[in-house]
C-alpha cells in the first residue's frame, strides 16, 4: 500500500530535549516536505527536499533540522525543542514538485514539549 | 506573494442543510493549482479536489460541489444536505507549478449537528 509513515504519533517532551520524527515514504517520491498545523494559521511549510542531500528551508525553519540521505526517509530534527514547537506535525511527499502533483500526507504527529 | 484566507473560522449547521465554506486565493502567477483538504476529528489530512488555474468549470463530486472564479479569485466549496460525518476542519490550499508548497488558509471548522 502506498504511504508516508510517520514515528511517533504521538509525543510528549521537555523543554531542551533532543529528538527525531521519522518520515518514510514507499512511493519512491523525488520531493518530501515537512509541515506543521497551529490552530488559527493553517499549516506551514517547515523544511523540504527535492532530492537526497537537497534540503531548503520553507516558511518557518528556525529550531528544526531535516536530512535526506535516503530517497525514503525525511526526518524532523528537533535540536533544542521549546514549547513554542509545541504543534502537529505532518510530512509529505510527491513524485515532483509543481502543483499537478499529489501530494500525500502521513497521519501526522502530535507534540507537545513541556 | 501568494496568499489564502478562508474567512469563516467556524460554522455550525444542523443536518440536511446545504453550506458554503468561502476561499479567496491571492497569486501573480498565471499557472497555479487549487486544492481542498479535509481534516476530520481524527486528524489526518483527506485530499478531496484539486483544480488548476485553466480549468474553471464547477465540479460536483456526490454532494460535494466546488465553485473556482478566477475573476474574484474564489474556489468556494458548498457541501448540499450535510451530515453529521461531514463535521471537520476544511483547508484550502494553493500551488503553483515551480515548487511543491502548499500554501494552506486558516481552516474553517466545520459543525454538523443531528
Known amino acids: 500500500e502506498a504511504q508516508v509513515t510517520q514515528n511517533p504519533r504521538y509525543l510528549i517532551t521537555v523543554t531542551g530535549k533532543k529528538l527525531t520524527v521519522t518520515c518514510s515514504q514507499n512511493?519512491?517520491?523525488?520531493?518530501m516536505s515537512w509541515y506543521r498545523q497551529d490552530p488559527g494559521l493553517g499549516l506551514r511549510q517547515i523544511y523540504y527536499s527535492m532530492n537526497v542531500e537537497v534540503t531548503d528551508k520553507g516558511d518557518v525553519p528556525e529550531g528544526y533540522k531535516v536530512s535526506r540521505k535516503e530517497k525514503r526517509n525525511f526526518p524532523l530534527i528537533l535540536e533544542s525543542p521549546s514549547p513554542n514547537q509545541t504543534s502537529l506535525y505532518f510530512c509529505a511527499s510527491s513524485l515532483g514538485t509543481g502543483g499537478n502533483y499529489e501530494q500525500y500526507f502521513g497521519p501526522g504527529t502530535r507534540l507537545t514539549v513541556t | 506573494a501568494q496568499k489564502v484566507t478562508q474567512a469563516q473560522t467556524e460554522i455550525s449547521v444542523v443536518e440536511k442543510e446545504d453550506v458554503t465554506l468561502d476561499c479567496v486565493y491571492e497569486t501573480r502567477d498565471t499557472t497555479y493549482y487549487l486544492f481542498w483538504y479535509k481534516q476530520p476529528p481524527s486528524g489526518e489530512l483527506v485530499f478531496l479536489i484539486r483544480r488548476n488555474s485553466f480549468d474553471e468549470q464547477n465540479e460536483i463530486s456526490g454532494r460535494y460541489s466546488w465553485n473556482f472564479q478566477k475573476s474574484t479569485s474564489s474556489f468556494n466549496f458548498t457541501i448540499t444536505a450535510s451530515q453529521v460525518v461531514d463535521s471537520a476542519v476544511y483547508f484550502c490550499?494553493?500551488?503553483?507549478?515551480?515548487?511543491?508548497?502548499?500554501?494552506f488558509g486558516q481552516g474553517t471548522e466545520l459543525s454538523v449537528k443531528p
Open positions: 490550499a494553493l500551488s503553483n507549478n515551480q515548487g511543491g508548497k502548499l500554501i
Open positions: 512511493m519512491n517520491h523525488e520531493y
